[in-house]
């Protein structure tokens, strides 16, 4: 491989920046600033409003945080008398009377200017100057007073001409420099359980479970020597010292097909494609940031994967030991090495890359040595926890205990043999030594191996702790629609009398739920999910995105009062396993108790649907069984979002887009995943060409486009267009408006509220809630006036949310008042902006700006709906709110499954759960990249 050169940039990090993109680091005290030159306006200071900081292109970006052009000129210090060992007649003065400066005396001067940091701040510390005295004084009366620190910077900005304070950052670092009081930061659980420290120090290390650097993996591999071919490095995978710059990679693989009919009935290809796990998650999955390492080309499927991946290996040996790059940021050269770490893809395509029979062996699993049972109808091997009971000629002599009857064994799910890296080696060493052909197959099919894989010469792969069990393909493709297939009674090799089984949802029921399904793309923004098709009539047209949005939030509405209870209550158990692998942030306790409910989750579905019966064996399917090993699949190689599909999936649709020629189909895709990988490379090189592979989007933060407008004071409520300049009110908003002034500032009447608004105001269509801590675009809320029926955005409801406000708790008694948060669900009707002029009367001194949310509130929807299904009837009142109190966007599903008036149940995606789209959000998360320390 040849050297590289590696352009690195230093990062600002979030804490280190204020919100309007100016730095927070001070390379001067504040007192500097009256020794310097100008007056201390002249210099800068965070939080001061009137400071216009210099342009982007200015030298001074240029300099050294230690350059001495950024330092002020030092106070002199002339000594008070004559040097030690110089008489006055010795004084050497010019024809000016003033003393002659020799070299010495600038050596003097250093050597005084340069004492240690130490004692420099000790002198600092003994002395305030009148600002920082001043500022003292405000801390205190902040602190024991209460008052905010947007107070408090109303304060310093109103008086500065007569009063100089400093701005929080500085006042701070300074009260801590003073003080000499650091404090111990300590770890705790998310859910307060305790404190990291004592006997759950431990825990520290593993308590989060939000990335691929807090899986078992990474730590295994941080503590193992990098060999390559049996020669080894001298370092071990991503060492703080010598591998700090390695990169971590995740391998993906998938079949797709590139003509829907092809003549000669196959036309599949295999992308094999690399995820950079050192950059942030939402960068890591863009397509400008995806790997193209190769394709096996179609139309049949490879019979030797070994020898298509070779080529691939070689290079991952050569990265494992290392390129000699140039660092420009430090001058000196490093050793850059990357990394595979993990191998991820639909069953089919790991099968083959791992070596292995799956359904065709004995032992299918790939996680474990449970052996299955064979079922001669089928001709394939299924691999139930429980024997069936009406055939015990059919169990294996594997799955039988001594003195145990088979037909009632069953096997622990928490405790399976699991395959391991030696017990396989071994394995293979047994198949090598096989005297012939027949009895090395007999022993393939024994033990589900089919041979060597090449992917084994990498040293950061093994088999099989480096393969988990894929998201999408085993959840979303497979064992969801394998639940409703059983469900409808269209499950092949199932017998489904009418009757016989009460799992069955009756076809007018399931008519029902399809049109339901169907109906509900109306009432849910598009942001929520793309169209839905009927799931009754039109199943095959779902895609993982709508069986992921299905199973969770449509499924239990349109389900209720349909399913069987019982069978509902074991489907409810399955959509919180999903949302618990979905869930952003998690806990290694979260997803270790989280075996146990899947274990139950597979014994009651085996109790339910396969009823321990030989010929219902074809329910307990290969992707049934693999849902026992996600839990440790998650501990070992990260959240299920880390190895899904999705980013693969849409680098198929890009690689298939391009297969235009009818007569070279395979040639104008390697020549597609060859430009793209050139291109990218290029890319690195020369950012301007970055810049056009945004592919189609801006990733440019912006805080509002032309058509939105920050109110000052709202400045997480961002309004949109349309907008009326002069709305008149009318009398009945005029009335709900002057209620809510009225609740909020009591100290004058209702009657001089509703005389003292103003007859008209501005009224905006439409509402963006962006959070603070939130860097994407957040929810975009269309109000009911602004919803145009006849457009095609007027299609999709976007107007439903979820608001807050306060209660009385006792307001049915006599207690004293004391008022709790409330969530509720409406819709928004429209926005005013509505401002108050100056009025003694009302303590209103300058004009003030009200950003108020009409909505119409959903009939008894109060409560938490993404923790609860919460229904209603009707609309009921209408009301006025701040606008902050406008959370989210929500939806809704029409059903008639439990009411035959119907009702509407209530979605809510505010839960914290990763969303499975294929549209990734363009955000900004600058300080998301080093997860490597």
Known sequence: MREVEAQHQDPVSDADTNKNGQSDIMELDLDHSRQLGGEPEDYPVRGDYNWDPMPADSDEEHMSERSWDRLGTPPPSPPASPLPGVSDEEVDEDEDGFLNITAEDYREYDRWFGEEEEQINEIFAETLTEEEMDSFKMLCIRLFGHISQRNYERIRYSFKDKIRLLSTYCLHKKLAQLSGIKPVTVDCCINICHAFNGDYTAETEKGAMDEFWDSTLYKRLTQTEIVVEGEPQGVRYFDKVNGRRDIAYAIMLDGVETQDRAASGHSSCWPLMGINLNLAPSERVKMKNLIPLGIIPGPKQPKDFNSFLLPFVEEALDQARGVRTFDIITGTYFTLRAHPVFISGDMQAIKHVIEMKGVNAKCPCRACELTAIYLAGAKTYYIPLANPRDNPNAIPDDRTSPGFNPAETSFDPLNLPLRTHDRIQQQLAEMDAAPTRKQYESLAKEYGLTGHSILDRIPSIRRPDSYPHEFMHLFLLNHGPDLVALWTGTCKGIETKSGKYKYLISFEHWSEAGRETEEATKTLAAAFIRPFPNIQTHIECFCAEHWAFWLVYIGPVVLRGRLPQKFYDHYLELVSILKCLLSVNNTVARIEALREKIAN????????????????????????????????????????????????????????ACARSKVLPWTAIAKYV??????????????????????????????????????????????????????????????????????????????????????????????????????????????AVACNPLSPYGKRDASFIRYTFQRDKNERNRKAPEMVDVYAYGRLDFVLAITLPANQRFKINTPKLHVLAHITEADGAEGDAASELITFTKFGRSIVLDVSSVLSLAGRVFTRGAKATGEWAIIDRSEDIQRTAFDIPEEDQEDEGEYVE
């Open 601 to 656: 989750y597979v014994e009651t579905f085996e109790k339910y649907y396969y009823q321990y019966k030989y010929e219902r064996l074809r329910v307990c399917k290969l992707t049934l069984h693999a849902l026992l090993h996600v839990p440790d699949d998650v501990l070992r190689c990260g959240p299920v979002w880390v190895a899904w599909s999705f980013s693969i999936e849409r680098y198929c649709r890009e690689v298939t």
């Open 674 to 783: 060859l430009q793209m990988s050139q291109l990218s490379a290029l890319a690195c090189r020369f950012p301007e060409l970055r810049k056009a592979m945004l592919f189609g989007k801006n990733n440019v933060p912006v805080a509002a486009s032309r058509m939105e407008e920050i109110k000052p004071g709202y400045e997480e409520r961002v309004l949109r267009f349309p907008r009326l300049r002069e709305f008149f009110l009318k009398p009945s908003v005029r009335w709900r408006v002057a209620q809510y002034f009225y609740t909020n500032y009591p100290d004058n009447t209702f009657r001089e509220w509703f005389a003292f608004i103003p007859e008209r105001c501005e009224r905006w269509g439409k509402l963006r809630v962006r959070n603070a801590e939130d860097t994407g675009a957040g929810d975009c809320i269309r109000s």
